[in-house]
C-alpha cells in the first residue's frame, strides 16, 4: 500500500503542525498504550482490544486451519451470514471483492428485515447446502434474532429438527444471548468476539476473519497483509499512514470540510459501504461529525463545495485513467486528495486497519469519544416501543399523510408540513419536494434513507435522482438502505450537525414473511424500524420527509423520479 496527500497549502501546514505536536506529546506511544486522555476520559481504554487483534489472530492459526478443512470438507455450497452493522459489512466487503474460492461455498449477505428480500435470500439457496452463520456480538440485536428464527426454521424444513443445528455457525461474545441460543441450538461452531472491540472496529477480529475463512480466503496472508499496517501506524506521527490521515480528517472537520468522499477503483468499490460505518458512526455526535459520501460518481471540480475533502482508493492491477484524471482534476482544483493505492487485493485488510486508526486520531483532534454509539442507541429504543405496542394492539401507531398525489403520500411533522406548505408553489408532490429540496444550503448534505428491498435496480433509480440534486444543488449526497444504515450513517444523521435534509423512502410489502413464534412479521419490523428513524430524526429538529410509494415499488420509485425532476427543474 502507498499513500499520498495532495492538500492545499494551508491544510498541509495545519497537519504538519499537528503532527509535531503529537510527536512531542507521545501521543503514538500513548495510542498504543490505551490512554483515554488521548479522548473525552469516557472510558474509551475499555473498547480499544481492536488495536492488538491482529497479533492475537496471528497466534490462533490452527483454529482457522481446522475450520478451513472442515468447511471444505464437508462441502457446503453456500454460506449464508446473518447481520447487521459491523458483523455484516466487513464480510460484504469480502463476498463482493474477492468472489467464490475455489472448492468453497459462495459467501451471502442478509442484513435486511425487508420481507422482500429476506424472501428472496431464502430462494436463492439450497439451505440443505447451505451453513448459515450468525453474527451478532451482543446476542441482543434485533436483526440477527429475527433472521435466525427464521431460518433456523426453515432449515428444520429442510434437514430435519435433528440436522439443523448443525448447519449453524455463531460468531458472539461470551455470554451472549447467542451464545446461549447457539449452545441449546446444537450448532456446528460458536466463535467468539472480544467484547473490547466494538463493532466497527471488529473487521480484523473473528468477526471478519470467521467470515473469510468459511469463504476460502487465505486467512494467513490476510492477517500478514493487516499486521504490515499495524507496524506502520506505529510510526513517529510524520511518518505514519495512519496518524497523518486520521490529523487530516479531524483539522478538515474542525476547519469546515466535515464530508469525505470516498473513490475507488470499481474492483474494491465496496469497501466504501464498510467505511462508511466506520467514519460516521464513530464521529457523528455531540453536533459534531464527519460524514462519509460513498458512491458518488465523480463530477467535475466545479459541483463540489469547500465542505469536502476526498480518499481515492485505486487498485493498481486495473487502473483506470480516466478516472485519475478526473481525481486529478479536483485535486487541481484546490480541494484536497489523499490518493491510496493498493497492488493486491488481500491489502484490503491493511486498509481496515489504517481506516480504524485513522478514525479513531480523528476523534481525538475533533474532542468526541469515537467509539460509543448513542444516538443508534436512540433509534432503536424507539423500535422497541413501536414494535411492543404492536404485540399488544396488533398495529403499529398510525400518521396521517399531509399530501396524497399520484398515488404517493407524504408525512412530517407539523410545523415542518406548514413550512413546506408557505414555500411550495403548488401543493402537489412535485411542488413539496421542491420546496423540501429549497432547504438545502451551501455546506448541507442531502440523504436519500430508503426502506426498501436492497437491489440493484431499485439502488439505480435512486442513485439517479441522487445525482441530479448534487448536481443541482452543488451539495453531497449520501444514499442508504434501512434498516442497515441505521447501525452505520445513522449515528452521524442524528447526532451530527444538522446539515443533512432527509427523504426517507417506504411501500407498502408485496409479500410478508412471518418470524417463527413471534406476532410480529418482517413487514411489521421494518416499518417500525421506518417509523422509529423518522421519529428520532424528527426529535432532533432534522429537516426530513417520508415518501410513501405503495405497493408496486418500480411505479412509485418512476412516480418520484419524475416528481424531483419537476422539482430541480
Same mark, same amino acid.
Given at each position: 500500500?502507498s499513500?499520498?496527500?495532495?492538500? /492545499?497549502?494551508?491544510?498541509?501546514?495545519? @497537519?504538519?503542525?499537528?503532527?509535531?505536536?503529537?510527536q512531542?506529546?507521545s501521543?503514538v506511544?500513548?495510542?498504543?498504550?490505551?490512554d483515554?486522555?488521548?479522548?473525552?476520559?469516557?472510558?474509551?481504554?475499555?473498547w480499544?482490544?481492536?488495536?492488538?487483534? @491482529?497479533?492475537r489472530q496471528?497466534?490462533?492459526?490452527a483454529a482457522?486451519?481446522?475450520?478451513?478443512?472442515?468447511i471444505?470438507?464437508?462441502?457446503?455450497?453456500?454460506?449464508?451470514l446473518?447481520?447487521?452493522?459491523?458483523?455484516?459489512l466487513?464480510?460484504?466487503?469480502?463476498?463482493?471483492?474477492?468472489?467464490?474460492?475455489?472448492?468453497?461455498?459462495?459467501?451471502h449477505i442478509v442484513?435486511?428485515?425487508?420481507? @422482500?428480500?429476506?424472501?428472496?435470500?431464502?430462494?436463492?439457496?439450497?439451505?440443505?447446502?447451505?451453513?448459515?452463520?450468525?453474527?451478532?456480538?451482543?446476542?441482543?440485536?434485533l436483526?440477527?434474532? @429475527?433472521?435466525?428464527?427464521y431460518?433456523?426454521?426453515?432449515?428444520?424444513?429442510?434437514?430435519g429438527?435433528?440436522?439443523?443445528?448443525?448447519?449453524?455457525?455463531?460468531i458472539?461474545d461470551?455470554?451472549s444471548k447467542?451464545? !446461549?441460543?447457539?449452545?441449546?441450538?446444537?450448532?456446528?461452531?460458536?466463535?467468539?468476539?472480544?467484547?473490547?472491540?466494538?463493532?466497527r472496529?471488529s473487521?480484523?477480529?473473528?468477526?471478519?476473519?470467521v467470515?473469510?475463512?468459511?469463504?476460502?480466503?487465505?486467512y494467513?496472508?490476510?492477517?500478514?497483509?493487516?499486521?504490515?499496517?499495524?507496524?506502520?501506524?506505529k510510526?513517529?506521527?510524520a511518518?505514519?499512514?495512519a496518524?497523518?490521515?486520521?490529523?487530516?480528517?479531524?483539522?478538515?472537520?474542525?476547519?469546515?470540510?466535515?464530508?469525505?468522499?470516498?473513490?475507488?477503483s470499481? $474492483?474494491?468499490?465496496?469497501?466504501?459501504?464498510w467505511?462508511?460505518?466506520?467514519?460516521a458512526?464513530?464521529t457523528?455526535?455531540?453536533g459534531?461529525?464527519?460524514? %462519509?459520501v460513498?458512491?458518488?460518481?465523480i463530477?467535475?471540480?466545479?459541483?463540489?463545495?469547500?465542505d469536502r475533502?476526498?480518499?481515492?482508493i485505486?487498485?493498481?492491477?486495473?487502473a483506470?485513467?480516466?478516472?485519475?484524471?478526473?481525481?486529478a482534476?479536483?485535486?487541481?482544483?484546490?480541494?484536497?486528495?489523499?490518493?491510496?493505492?493498493?497492488?493486491?487485493?488481500? $491489502?484490503?485488510?491493511?486498509?481496515f486497519?489504517t481506516?480504524?486508526?485513522?478514525?479513531s486520531?480523528?476523534?481525538s483532534?475533533?474532542?468526541?469519544?469515537?467509539?460509543?454509539q448513542?444516538d443508534?442507541?436512540?433509534?432503536k429504543?424507539?423500535?422497541?416501543?413501536?414494535t411492543?405496542?404492536y404485540?399488544?394492539?396488533?398495529?403499529?401507531?398510525?400518521?396521517? /399523510?399531509?399530501?396524497?398525489? $399520484?398515488?404517493?403520500?407524504?408525512?412530517?411533522?407539523g410545523?415542518?408540513?406548514?413550512?413546506?406548505?408557505?414555500a411550495? %408553489?403548488?401543493?402537489?408532490?412535485?411542488?413539496?419536494?421542491r420546496?423540501?429540496?429549497?432547504?438545502?444550503? %451551501?455546506?448541507?448534505?442531502?440523504?436519500?434513507?430508503?426502506?426498501?428491498?436492497?437491489?440493484?435496480?431499485?439502488?439505480?433509480?435512486i442513485q439517479?435522482?441522487?445525482?441530479?440534486?448534487?448536481?443541482?444543488?452543488?451539495?453531497?449526497?449520501?444514499?442508504g438502505?434501512?434498516?442497515?444504515?441505521?447501525?452505520?450513517t445513522g449515528?452521524?444523521?442524528k447526532?451530527?450537525?444538522?446539515?443533512?435534509?432527509?427523504? !426517507?423512502?417506504?411501500?407498502?410489502h408485496?409479500?410478508?414473511v412471518?418470524i417463527?413464534?413471534?406476532?410480529l412479521?418482517?413487514?411489521?419490523?421494518?416499518d417500525?424500524q421506518?417509523?422509529?428513524?423518522?421519529?428520532?430524526?424528527?426529535?432532533?429538529?432534522?429537516?426530513?420527509?417520508?415518501?410513501?410509494?405503495?405497493?408496486?415499488?418500480?411505479a412509485?420509485?418512476?412516480?418520484?423520479?419524475a416528481a424531483?425532476?419537476?422539482?430541480?427543474?
Amino acid at each position: 500500500m502507498s499513500i499520498r496527500f495532495a492538500l /492545499p497549502p494551508e491544510l498541509r501546514g495545519a @497537519v504538519d503542525l499537528a503532527a509535531a505536536e503529537w510527536q512531542a506529546d507521545s501521543k503514538v506511544a500513548r495510542f498504543w498504550q490505551k490512554d483515554p486522555s488521548l479522548w473525552t476520559r469516557d472510558g474509551e481504554e475499555n473498547w480499544l482490544g481492536w488495536i492488538d487483534i @491482529v497479533e492475537r489472530q496471528q497466534q490462533d492459526l490452527a483454529a482457522f486451519a481446522a475450520l478451513a478443512e472442515d468447511i471444505r470438507v464437508t462441502g457446503f455450497k453456500s454460506v449464508l451470514l446473518l447481520g447487521m452493522g459491523g458483523s455484516s459489512l466487513c464480510p460484504e466487503v469480502l463476498s463482493v471483492t474477492f468472489g467464490q474460492q475455489a472448492e468453497f461455498p459462495a459467501l451471502h449477505i442478509v442484513d435486511s428485515t425487508d420481507p @422482500v428480500q429476506v424472501k428472496a435470500a431464502r430462494e436463492k439457496i439450497d439451505l440443505a447446502e447451505t451453513l448459515v452463520v450468525v453474527a451478532s456480538k451482543s446476542g441482543s440485536t434485533l436483526e440477527p434474532n @429475527v433472521l435466525k428464527q427464521y431460518f433456523f426454521a426453515e432449515m428444520q424444513k429442510a434437514v430435519g429438527a435433528d440436522k439443523a443445528g448443525s448447519h449453524f455457525l455463531a460468531i458472539t461474545d461470551p455470554g451472549s444471548k447467542m451464545e !446461549q441460543v447457539a449452545k441449546a441450538d446444537g450448532f456446528r461452531h460458536i466463535f467468539y468476539g472480544d467484547p473490547t472491540i466494538g463493532g466497527r472496529f471488529s473487521a480484523l477480529s473473528n468477526f471478519g476473519v470467521v467470515a473469510a475463512t468459511v469463504a476460502g480466503l487465505d486467512y494467513t496472508k490476510l492477517l500478514f497483509e493487516a499486521a504490515k499496517a499495524v507496524a506502520s501506524a506505529k510510526l513517529d506521527p510524520a511518518e505514519n499512514p495512519a496518524v497523518q490521515l486520521g490529523l487530516l480528517m479531524g483539522l478538515a472537520a474542525n476547519g469546515g470540510r466535515d464530508k469525505i468522499t470516498i473513490f475507488t477503483s470499481p $474492483e474494491i468499490y465496496d469497501l466504501g459501504a464498510w467505511m462508511e460505518q466506520l467514519i460516521a458512526e464513530s464521529t457523528g455526535k455531540l453536533g459534531k461529525g464527519i460524514t %462519509p459520501v460513498d458512491r458518488e460518481t465523480i463530477a467535475a471540480p466545479e459541483v463540489y463545495g469547500a465542505d469536502r475533502i476526498f480518499a481515492y482508493i485505486r487498485y493498481a492491477a486495473t487502473a483506470d485513467s480516466s478516472q485519475d484524471a478526473k481525481v486529478a482534476a479536483i485535486e487541481a482544483a484546490g480541494h484536497p486528495v489523499v490518493y491510496i493505492e493498493i497492488s493486491d487485493l488481500y $491489502e484490503i485488510f491493511g486498509q481496515f486497519f489504517t481506516w480504524e486508526v485513522a478514525t479513531s486520531v480523528a476523534g481525538s483532534v475533533t474532542g468526541i469519544n469515537p467509539f460509543n454509539q448513542p444516538d443508534v442507541e436512540s433509534a432503536k429504543i424507539e423500535t422497541r416501543a413501536l414494535t411492543a405496542a404492536y404485540e399488544e394492539t396488533g398495529k403499529l401507531p398510525e400518521r396521517m /399523510p399531509f399530501l396524497e398525489d $399520484e398515488g404517493v403520500k407524504l408525512y412530517a411533522t407539523g410545523a415542518y408540513a406548514a413550512q413546506l406548505k408557505a414555500a411550495a %408553489p403548488t401543493e402537489t408532490l412535485a411542488g413539496y419536494l421542491r420546496a423540501h429540496l429549497g432547504q438545502i444550503h %451551501p455546506g448541507d448534505y442531502f440523504a436519500a434513507l430508503a426502506y426498501l428491498p436492497m437491489f440493484p435496480e431499485h439502488e439505480a433509480v435512486i442513485q439517479g435522482f441522487r445525482h441530479k440534486v448534487r448536481d443541482a444543488k452543488r451539495v453531497a449526497t449520501c444514499l442508504g438502505f434501512g434498516p442497515r444504515f441505521l447501525h452505520s450513517t445513522g449515528q452521524d444523521y442524528k447526532g451530527g450537525p444538522n446539515t443533512g435534509v432527509f427523504l !426517507q423512502i417506504t411501500a407498502d410489502h408485496a409479500v410478508d414473511v412471518a418470524i417463527p413464534g413471534q406476532k410480529l412479521s418482517f413487514g411489521v419490523v421494518i416499518d417500525a424500524q421506518a417509523a422509529g428513524d423518522l421519529a428520532v430524526l424528527e426529535s432532533r429538529g432534522r429537516r426530513a420527509v417520508r415518501v410513501h410509494l405503495g405497493a408496486d415499488v418500480a411505479a412509485g420509485l418512476r412516480t418520484l423520479t419524475a416528481a424531483i425532476d419537476e422539482a430541480l427543474g
